[in-house]
């Protein structure tokens, strides 16, 4: 079982910057793949970034290319979104996951056993 804690969320203005973080309980973390999505209201869960268990391989959504960064610190059981140049399409509820299923799609929100409550992310025009 693990458990996941996303921080960092806020209100910040259009082209401004903030980090979440995510922290997981559990032993194993480190062997879990991880990701984050999104979600505005009406809107279904959107996939924002996806990294491998060590850390090596990092895939992102098109729309946050070259201006989003998801990283991780295993000693620290946490994961990490830097956003930069935020825009007000970002609004939305953060959410970290982890642990992808066996031959899941890492897009898919489905693919994933274990989520956070998320963390409210407000981009101001």
């Known amino acids: 079982q693990v458990q996941l804690g996303e921080s960092g969320g806020g209100l910040v203005q259009a082209g401004g910057s903030l980090r979440l973080s995510c922290a997981a309980s559990g032993r194993t973390f480190s062997s879990y793949a991880m990701a984050w999505f999104r979600q505005s209201p009406g809107k279904e869960r959107e996939f924002v970034a996806h990294?491998?268990?060590?850390?090596?391989?990092?895939y992102h959504a098109e729309s946050v290319k070259g201006r989003f960064t998801i990283s991780r610190d295993n000693a620290k059981n946490t994961i990490y979104l830097q956003m930069n140049s935020l825009k007000p399409e970002g609004t939305a509820v953060y959410y970290c996951a982890a642990d992808l299923k066996v031959y899941a799609t890492i897009r898919n929100p489905t693919s994933y056993n274990y989520w956070g409550q998320g963390t409210q992310v407000t981009v101001s025009s």
């Open positions: 990294i491998s268990w060590g850390g090596d391989n990092t």
